[in-house]
């Protein structure tokens, strides 16, 4: 009884999802005026972090810099909740429907206006929720097929060329998200050559334990070496 009804919940949470995804707003445009850097790093912060790239991406940020100077970097902190309220489905999908929107849009318009800029894609937590499903190629399986037209579209298949590198830092696994009846991430076919995907070891919300509740390890990527080995990474495929 009590697994039917957390499938049930799931539904519920990815049925608003598909929902809000069509409400959302257009495209923000980067201006064209701006200069264009060298590298653009775009990374979603992990669940509950304020505005920023949050305390896994700054480390990750900072040791790009130095892995690519003296190219210059700048950095788009991915403009969404982050929600912690987990009590509030809706609110909680519109958090990361909105990530996937607006880190979509952002590497549109980035392609768009400044072409020559690598673009490397990163995420933490929820953060690698969003970043993960920005390069689906396609609707995620098992969705509804009346929700299916809500849903955001997949970015246009040239925009993989902008994108240098996807890294990911503790991203929940199939197991823990199915356990919640939300869909897979599958990273898409353009995209996962070029994509690191990390999990430290006890990490229970990317190691395939089914609806564990985080661990330290969760939290420990900048102090096992994963961040400075995740910018080598991005550094290695500009």
């Known amino acids: 009884m009590l697994n039917m009804c957390v499938v049930q919940i799931g539904r519920v949470l990815l049925a608003a999802l598909v929902i809000l995804g069509g409400l959302l707003g257009a495209p923000t445009q980067v201006s064209a005026a701006q200069p264009c850097p060298d590298v653009e790093a775009v990374f979603a912060r992990g669940t509950g972090e304020p505005a920023g790239v949050g305390g896994i991406g700054e480390p990750f940020v900072d040791e790009l810099r130095t892995a690519v100077a003296p190219k210059s970097l700048d950095v788009y902190p991915v403009n969404y909740e982050a929600s912690s309220n987990f009590s509030d489905r809706v609110e909680f999908a ?58 955001p579209k997949p970015m246009p298949p040239e925009i993989a060329n902008h994108v240098a590198a996807v890294t990911l830092f503790g991203k929940p ?40 509740l985080p661990t330290f390890a969760h939290a420990s990527y900048p102090a096992n070496g994963m961040t400075a080995q995740a910018a080598g990474y991005a550094a290695s495929h500009l």
């Open 94 to 151: 519109q958090s990361v429907v909105d990530g996937i929107k607006d880190a979509s849009n952002h590497i549109e318009a980035t392609a768009a206006n400044c072409p020559k800029t690598r673009i490397v894609l990163g995420g933490y937590s929820q953060g690698a929720v969003v970043s993960g499903f920005v390069t689906s190629a396609a609707v995620p399986a098992g969705i509804p097929a009346e929700y299916v037209s809500f849903l």
């Open 173 to 212: 696994s199939a197991a823990w998200l199915q356990n919640y009846g939300a869909p897979t991430i599958t990273i898409g076919p353009l995209y996962a050559p070029k994509t690191l995907d990390l999990c430290a070891a006890g990490d229970t919300i990317c190691n395939g334990d089914s609806g564990a």
